[in-house]
Nanobody, 124 residues
Framework: QVQLVESGGGLVQPGGSLRLSCAASGRTFSMSTMGWFRQAPGKEREFVAAITGSRGTTYYADSVKGRFTISGDNAKNTVYLQMDSLKPEDTAVYYC?????????????????WGQGTQVTVSS
């Protein structure tokens, strides 16, 4: 059974940093593409970042490029999202997911396993 558990969310001031973690079980991270998405109230779920397990190739949404960094630890079967220079518009529930469908990496329908989400709030 595949399970994803996110952690690390919280309240942070604008300009601050947070690091989200996503621990996976039932799948080997090194053989999977992992993604982070976010969903703000009243908005659709949007792609944030992804990393391929085989080569560690990373992908980012334009809105977070240069501020967020996705990485993985094969030994811990965990993927991370380091978020720096946070802005109020980054406020959302953040989800990690495993991509197994042959669709575009930024398409949430390409991901068939999801975590429960962790809240990130950027506010002064």
């Amino acid at each position: 059974q595949v399970q994803l558990v996110e952690s690390g969310g919280g309240l942070v001031q604008p300009g601050g940093s947070l690091r989200l973690s996503c621990a996976a079980s039932g799948r080997t991270f090194s053989m999977s593409t992992m993604g982070w998405f976010r969903q703000a109230p009243g908005k659709e779920r949007e792609f944030v970042a992804a990393i391929t397990g085989s080569r560690g190739t990373t992908y980012y949404a334009d809105s977070v490029k240069g501020r967020f960094t996705i990485s993985g630890d094969n030994a811990k079967n965990t993927v991370y999202l380091q978020m720096d220079s946070l802005k109020p518009e980054d406020t959302a529930v953040y989800y990690c997911a495993i991509k197994e469908r042959v669709m575009a990496i930024m398409n949430p329908r390409a991901y068939n396993y999801w975590g429960q989400g962790t809240q990130v709030t950027v506010s002064s």
